[in-house]
């Protein structure tokens, strides 16, 4: 496989699961994003990792809960998510951290809160 | 703060009409960076072209054009005879990169614009 794959492709969960999205790069980045995207506003960031570290949480919710086991691999664990979290999440990944370096993007998991 | 304005919510064109979109940012950034996404309805952002903020030479990759104009803080994305394929959101995207260092607060993020949702209809 090439590029940035993500699982589950659609998700549907109730408000006291517990669940995982994953995000795995073919591409030897060193930096991987988490983004959400709803609808009728901007991408919003929520998290970087950069060698494995995370150097950005944008005042996301505890709910929402990253873990990056290695340069290649980045998840985000969901708890006890509200409705307005429905969102397509995506996960993302550049050769490094600067403002140069182009993002590439994985398909996105739309994910349903009931 | 950085910020991408796109003010054309959708577009609808028919097949083989040109077909510009706008871009419009804020900064006060010397050096940034500007990219252009493609969405399609698969739903990853494909990325297009990359310009930094010294380089207002126009660029053409086939159909596809870019004209930067520092002076009205612009990045417009021309496509020209457009195809039925063509058809999906396109997004406008900032980065600065004053480091955290000499103050900056948006080192490396992208901050991307509302999108513009292109049809193009056969």
């Known amino acids: 496989e090439t590029g940035v794959t993500q699982t589950p492709r659609h998700l549907v969960m109730g408000m006291t699961n517990k669940k995982s999205l994953k995000c795995e790069q073919h591409l030897g980045h060193n930096a991987m994003y988490w983004y959400k995207q709803s609808a009728k506003k901007p991408l919003e960031l929520m998290f970087v990792?950069?060698?494995?570290?995370?150097?950005e949480n944008n005042s996301v919710p505890s709910r929402f809960s990253p873990e990056c086991p290695n340069s290649s691999h980045l998840f985000l664990h969901l708890h006890t998510l509200q409705p307005e979290d429905s969102a397509l999440y995506l996960c993302?990944?550049?050769?490094?951290?600067?403002?140069?370096?182009?993002?590439?993007f994985g398909p996105g998991t739309r994910l349903t809160v009931t | 703060a950085q910020k991408v304005t796109q003010a054309q919510t959708e577009i609808s064109v028919v097949e083989k009409e040109d077909v510009t979109l706008d871009c419009v940012y804020e900064?006060?950034?010397?050096?940034?960076?500007l990219f252009w996404y493609k969405q399609p309805p698969s739903g990853e952002l494909v990325f297009l072209i990359r310009r930094n903020s010294f380089d207002e030479q126009n660029e053409i990759s086939g159909r596809y054009s870019w004209n930067f104009q520092k002076s009205t803080s612009s990045f417009n994305f021309t496509i020209t005879a457009s195809q039925v394929v063509d058809s999906a959101v396109y997004f406008c995207a900032l980065s600065e990169s004053k480091s955290p260092n000499a103050g900056g607060t948006s080192y490396g993020k992208l901050t991307f614009g509302q999108g513009t949702i292109l049809t193009v209809h056969p």
């Open positions: 990792y950069n060698f494995k570290e995370q150097t």
């Open positions: 900064t006060r950034d010397t050096t940034y960076y």
């Open positions: 993302a990944s550049s050769q490094d951290r600067g403002p140069r370096d182009e993002q590439y």
